[in-house]
């Protein structure tokens, strides 16, 4: 979807894809071009995966390196630009709503950068640094950092980066919210209720609410993926093995 020229969308998740709630797509923007002024009716979380990017929220300007994430709240204008003239940048767009609805704003601020410390201003948007110090184990060798949840002012859903080193899964889960997982480094393998998938180069799975998965690391390479749930704050029931398996159980292996 060519939004402006020099800006495209590439819807991941949403309302084509059987989502409820939810909306992930990868937002495209060429060396030196900006994606205009706008507003939404719902919360918007933008994660930058390639590239450089900065993103203007009224008069504050906010400079995002790989893997930094800022939301902005319903109703506030705000205006995603590419510095680089060389590089495009990339960026995962998350959405508390199926479809991406928008409107374009006339208007004019005059946005002033903001130091690199400066985490957003209390009810218009946050912003949360990529920290490798910051991420916990959920599982052995899968690191994850949260990037925005209900806590840190997103309200509909949430979202984080994850790293599965060589060998690494979670255990078998659900959840009680739509997911989708966008693959943003190495290959993954995604096991649902006894199909397999393999994901890779920004591939995104859509698990529905309460289906029975799990990711894997078959590789030798790390993995690594941006997640994002159609909840304001992440939420994970571990299930027995068998039910992401149950062709094992048919065929007599438990």
């Known amino acids: 979807m060519v939004l402006v020229p020099g800006v495209q969308l590439w819807p991941l998740a949403g309302a084509h894809t059987g989502a409820h709630n939810l909306f992930t797509a990868l937002l495209?923007?060429?060396?030196?071009?900006?994606?205009?002024l706008y507003v939404r009716p719902i919360s918007e979380a933008l994660v930058l995966v390639n590239g450089e990017a900065a993103v203007e929220v009224e008069d504050r300007r906010y400079g995002l390196k790989p893997l930094d994430a800022i939301t902005v709240s319903p109703q506030i204008p705000r205006r995603v630009v590419n510095p680089s003239s060389s590089r495009r940048a990339v960026l995962h767009l998350a959405l508390a709503s199926a479809t991406p609805d928008q409107t374009w704003v006339n208007g004019r601020y005059v946005a002033a950068d903001q130091p690199a410390g400066v985490t957003g201003r209390v009810g218009a948007e946050r912003?949360?640094?990529?920290?490798?110090?910051?991420?916990?184990?959920?599982?052995?060798?899968?690191?994850?950092?949260?990037?925005?949840?209900?806590?840190?002012?997103?309200?509909?859903?949430?979202?984080?980066?994850?790293?599965?080193?060589p060998g690494a899964r979670l255990p078998c889960h659900r959840h009680e919210f739509d997911e989708s997982i966008t693959i943003v480094q190495g290959t993954a393998t995604c096991i649902v209720e006894g199909r397999r998938h393999e994901l890779s180069n920004?591939?995104?799975?859509?698990?529905?609410?309460?289906?029975?998965?799990?990711?894997?690391?078959?590789?030798?390479?790390?993995?690594?993926?941006?997640?994002?749930?159609?909840?304001?704050k992440p939420d994970r029931i571990v299930m027995d093995e068998t039910f992401c398996h149950p062709e094992r159980v048919k065929a007599g292996r438990g």
């Open 202 to 232: 920004n591939a995104t799975a859509l698990v529905p609410q309460g289906r029975c998965h799990y990711f894997i690391n078959l590789t030798l390479e790390p993995m690594a993926m941006v997640w994002v749930y159609a909840g304001d």
């Open 28 to 36: 495209t923007l060429e060396p030196k071009v900006a994606y205009p």
């Open 127 to 165: 912003v949360c640094r990529n920290d490798p110090a910051a991420r916990f184990e959920l599982a052995p060798l899968a690191r994850f950092q949260d990037l925005y949840h209900a806590d840190l002012g997103t309200q509909g859903i949430c979202g984080g980066y994850g790293v599965f080193e």
